[in-house]
């Protein structure tokens, strides 16, 4: 989860939210979102919302992350910080399509990462208070600076020391080896 988390998610919100922040002072406005983004998140928000309902984890996560990658590759294909020098509206049209991907994935993890997705909530001035949310489409939002919610999980952070240099190792010797007899 760590790689997923923080290598495909987490870098793709801050990448779109600050590109959003840096370029278009934050704003969402109501314009139509790519069709391709729009049909990708409805089809993913109905698997993800069936393998919650089957109590399957591991396969909404596999969907969620499927349609963060999905999203990374839509950003980096369409390009809008090249995009954005020739044609500011269809940059926008990018990087407005670009923050729908992200405020459903941020929806879609809510059950796994509630404290990280209030956060997230935050950043973006809105509420999330139900799965449906993530058809809401905004008439006029401006989202706060972004910063990294979730960060690399070291297992130093976790163990609180550095775990090879705290295993007690000792030598033996095997002097005899039997069967045993039930075996």
Known sequence: INADIIGNFSNFAHRVLSFLYKNFAGKIEEIEIDKEV?????????????SYMEINYKQAMQRIMELSDFGNKYFQAKEPWNLIKQNQDKAYQVVDSAFYIVFALIIMLSPIFPKSTKEFAKILNTTIT????????????????????????????ILGKDPVLSLEMRVGEIRNVEDHPKA
């Open 38 to 50: 729009e049909e990708k998140i409805h089809n993913t928000a109905t698997d993800v919302y069936n």
């Open 130 to 157: 139900s799965w449906n949310d993530i058809y809401k489409r905004f008439s006029s939002l401006t989202i706060d600076k972004p910063y990294p919610i979730f960060k690399r999980i070291e297992r130093f952070d």
